[in-house]
């Protein structure tokens, strides 16, 4: 098998960290957008692993460090934190300070994972290295498309954060000079809340319309709007706009920033 996940997470096998449970869930909120890019990243690689797994699941707890391989084709790590640690975590006053201190965790999970098992450690630390360079930034490219007859191309790219997934939509005229920029979906920074929602982009009916991976419509944009330059999307799945920024879930929103 090769690497196809390095995931860091609190709590481990359906059991908590020992810092509680609102700990652990944002926690995982706040780290899954550097979870998200080195598993996209490390794909690329085609590194193959030593036994019958792809995932490298790095977990932080109160219990003392352990290996071991995990039926579910994983190889996991304990990583031993102390309150005192946790509570330095809870300090840091800068974003660098908390990203900085997420990659050091996994660099612990390698280490102790190299001690059993032939990790390929220089090639994980290069993309945190990536990550470094890029501004901590997990960004990419979804579609591209030029607007026949409306005089505009459409770039959307996925934006992951420590606090939420965005759809971000920009605008471009013919000669390719920016016209505007705006988001079109805001939700949950964890891959369940947008993945198979944000699969595939259809023009009909004077529409883009962003699908999900059966098709479905999703989100809805008037080309004459994007021909003005003006975003405006409708989201019009009923599903999808529970975990949309809303009256009801917005204090669950905020809660993840720091």
């Not at 926690?27 to 692993?49: A, C, D, E, G």
């Not at 000079?177 to 949950?188: D, M, V």
């Amino acid at each position: 098998m090769n690497y196809r996940y390095i995931i860091l997470w609190a709590g481990n096998s359906g059991f908590g960290s020992g810092f509680g449970d609102e700990f652990d869930n944002k926690f995982n909120y706040n780290t899954w957008f550097v979870s998200n890019y080195l598993s996209l990243r490390i794909r690329k690689l085609h590194l193959p692993t030593d036994g019958p797994y792809n995932m490298l699941f790095c977990n932080i707890t109160k219990d003392e460090s352990l290996v071991k391989e995990k039926s579910v084709s994983s190889l996991s790590v304990n990583i031993h934190v102390s309150n005192e640690e946790i509570e330095k975590y809870l300090n840091m006053s800068t974003e660098v300070e908390r990203f900085e201190y997420y990659l050091s965790l996994l660099e612990r999970g390698y280490k102790l994972a190299s001690i059993s098992h032939d990790i390929p450690i220089e090639s994980f630390l290069n993309l945190h290295q990536e990550l470094r360079n890029n501004n901590y930034k997990n960004e990419r490219l979804f579609k591209k498309k030029t607007l026949k007859g409306y005089g505009v191309k459409v770039v959307l790219e996925h934006v992951l954060t420590s606090y939420d997934y965005r759809l971000r939509m920009s605008l471009f005229d013919g000669k390719n000079h920016f016209i505007n920029e705006g988001y079109i979906y805001q939700t949950y920074p964890d891959d369940v809340f947008f993945n198979k929602n944000v699969r595939h982009l259809v023009i009909e009916d004077g529409k883009l319309i962003i699908t999900d991976f059966l098709d479905h419509p999703q989100f809805v944009c008037e080309l004459s709007d994007l021909s003005k330059g003006i975003i405006n999307s409708v989201c019009v799945d009923a599903n999808t706009r529970k975990y949309m920024p809303n009256d009801e879930n917005r204090e669950k929103f905020e809660r993840l920033k720091w």
